[in-house]
């Protein structure tokens, strides 16, 4: 069965930085894409940064400069690091993973960042 498990997440003053953990376990195919999203209270969940198997990564502009996306491909695990956190960034942070031809998400991890 398929996990994902997120870690990382909390509290934080703005300018702060938090590192986000997405390991995925019980994956029997190829890892191709590995993603993180946001969904604020009110808002659709929206893309952060996403990175592929060939090393090609993506932001959303709000984030760019401050965020970096990586992976552990021997731990099948990716991380988001956040520095200069904004208030605007508050919301739960989830971890998305395509493998194979299918899409798998993790449960949520909860940032907030106070002014």
């Known amino acids: 069965q398929v996990r994902l498990v997120e870690s990382g997440g909390g509290l934080v003053q703005a300018g702060g930085s938090l590192r986000l953990s997405c390991a995925a376990s019980?994956?029997?195919?190829?890892?191709?894409?590995m993603g993180w999203y946001r969904q604020a209270p009110g808002k659709q969940r929206e893309l952060v940064a996403t990175l592929n198997s060939g090393g090609s990564t993506n932001y959303v502009d709000s984030v760019k400069g401050r965020f970096t996306i990586s992976r552990d491909n021997a731990k099948n695990t990716v991380y988001l690091q956040m520095n200069n956190l904004k208030p605007e960034d508050t919301a739960v942070y989830y971890c998305?993973?395509?493998?194979?031809?299918?899409?798998?998400w993790g449960q949520g991890t909860q940032v907030t960042v106070s002014p």
């Open positions: 019980g994956i029997s195919n190829r890892i191709y894409n």
């Open positions: 998305r993973i395509l493998a194979g031809v299918n899409y798998y």
